[in-house]
């Protein structure tokens, strides 16, 4: 039997503002597309945590939260950084549902766990 890959995206790209983080969900959505069985985590970061937020609008182009919202139907389990929403006072607003607060700990141990790591 082959070993359950895991598949972690740690992002740190503004929400809105440039692309990074758009990309690591098209990555992301493409990975689960072409793999559905391979297991996928994401930690969001410094101001990626922003996207998580349930109350998103945005005017024009892509929509964070309609692929964050994809990704939790494919069951990727999606958590912020907590240091980094308290840092921007979002800790205790609503989120998107699905989405969690984690800690640098649920981090380490992710990312000791995973068979590929990526950075955006």
Known sequence: MQE????LIIAN???YGDENLFNALRLA???KEQAATTQMKIFLMSDAVVAGLINQKPVEGYNLKQMLEILLAQQVEI???KT???ARGITELPLIK????GTLID???WTLASNKVLTF
């Open 4 to 7: 359950k890959k895991l598949f």
């Open 13 to 15: 790209g503004a929400a």
């Open 29 to 31: 959505i493409a990975v």
């Open 79 to 81: 958590k912020l950084c």
């Open 84 to 86: 980094c929403t308290d």
């Open 98 to 101: 699905g989405i969690t607060i």
């Open 107 to 109: 981090l380490a141990e």
